[in-house]
């Protein structure tokens, strides 16, 4: 067995917490392929709420979610995911994925910024229904990735004081801080805030 990667990891848990019918936001659609997995998974019924800044992001995904027949359960929004409290009623959806950082093979300038991110974990926080998940990888291998990796991670080490059970997942012996996952499940008596 060789250990799979943090996004490899993600989707194996997602698929254990996500049911058909669910409604969930991946927070940062890049090139649709997280929108296109859970859009799999929360099936005909469900819905995904998915962002992204960057307006050829939001054309890659629409094109791969349209291509799987996935058009109509896929709500595209060309906005900052910082204001998804804007969309989203408070413990409303079962799952918020980010997967942070650039859009490979687009320009590298354009990446996601500790503020935006964090003002984005809160809302998402919010949103989350008890015994749903808030799914994040960070990439610190390069160097505002490291400042917004350190700031999540810190964020993520506050949620257990509010009921929420948090894990973390890495490769060890990179060459490079290697990229890893945050993982966190909402418990059925806590209220965040
Ligand atoms: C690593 S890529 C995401 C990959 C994507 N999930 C996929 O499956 O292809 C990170 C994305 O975050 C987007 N992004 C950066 N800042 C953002 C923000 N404030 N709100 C929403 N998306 C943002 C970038 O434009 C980029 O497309």
């Known amino acids: 067995m060789t250990p799979p990667r943090p996004t490899e990891l993600a989707h194996l848990l997602l698929s254990d917490l996500i049911r058909k019918g669910d409604t969930v936001v991946d927070a940062t659609c890049g090139n649709g392929h997280d929108t296109l997995f859970l859009a799999a998974l929360v099936g005909e019924e469900g819905r995904v709420i998915a962002y992204d800044i960057q307006e050829a992001a939001i054309r890659e995904t629409r094109a791969l979610a349209t291509h799987a027949k996935f058009g109509e359960r896929v709500s595209l929004h060309h906005k900052s995911h910082a204001w998804m409290s804007e969309d989203l009623e408070v413990e409303s959806v079962r799952a918020v994925v980010f997967n942070l950082g650039y859009l490979p093979g687009e ?9 935006g991110t964090l003002k984005a974990l809160e809302a998402a926080a919010r949103a989350i229904e008890p015994e749903g998940g808030l799914s994040v990888v960070c990439y610190p291998g390069h160097e505002a990735g490291a400042v917004e990796a ?32 945050l993982l966190g499940v909402k418990s059925r008596l806590q209220q965040t805030q």
């Open 107 to 115: 320009d590298h300038v354009v990446t996601t910024e500790v503020d």
């Open 150 to 181: 350190e700031a999540v991670e810190q964020w993520f080490s506050e949620l257990p004081n509010k009921g929420w059970r948090v894990a973390k997942y890495a490769m060890l012996g990179t060459r490079k801080p290697a990229p890893f996952l």
